[in-house]
């Protein structure tokens, strides 16, 4: 089992900054993927960015490209998402995941790729 544990959310003003970041703990050895994913109020969730771990290969979403970026400390097996230019349309709900599989060559961006999540940290931007 792996546990995340998402921090940094709040509330921003549009064109700030703002970074996320999960720490996962229990059998992190197992895990060679992670991703952050947003849920806006009466909306799916939604792919924003990953990594793979050992690799650091990334992925990002179109809507954040150029805005967001995604790293990690292998150290502390914590994931940052710094966030930049946010605007309103970044309000979400921003999950954590972690993926436990063999990826070969990609970086996961299906929410079913992924198979533990955090809890979620509120992010809020005000225009």
């Known amino acids: 089992q792996v546990q995340l544990v998402e921090s940094g959310g709040g509330l921003v003003q549009a064109g700030g900054s703002l970074t996320l970041s999960c720490a996962a703990s229990g059998r992190t050895s197992r895990t060679y993927a992670m991703g952050w994913f947003r849920q806006a109020p009466g909306k799916e969730r939604e792919f924003v960015a990953a990594?793979?771990?050992?690799?650091?290969?990334?992925s990002y979403a179109d809507s954040v490209k150029g805005r967001f970026t995604i790293s990690r400390y292998n150290a502390q097996n914590t994931v940052y998402l710094q966030m930049n230019s946010v605007n309103p349309e970044d309000t979400a709900v921003y999950y954590c995941?972690?993926?436990?599989?063999?990826?070969?060559?990609?970086?996961?961006?299906?929410?079913?790729?992924?198979?533990?999540w955090g809890q979620g940290t509120q992010v809020t931007v005000s225009s």
């Open positions: 995941a972690a993926g436990a599989r063999y990826y070969s060559d990609y970086v996961p961006e299906v929410i079913t790729e992924y198979d533990y």
């Open positions: 990594i793979r771990w050992s690799v650091g290969m990334t």
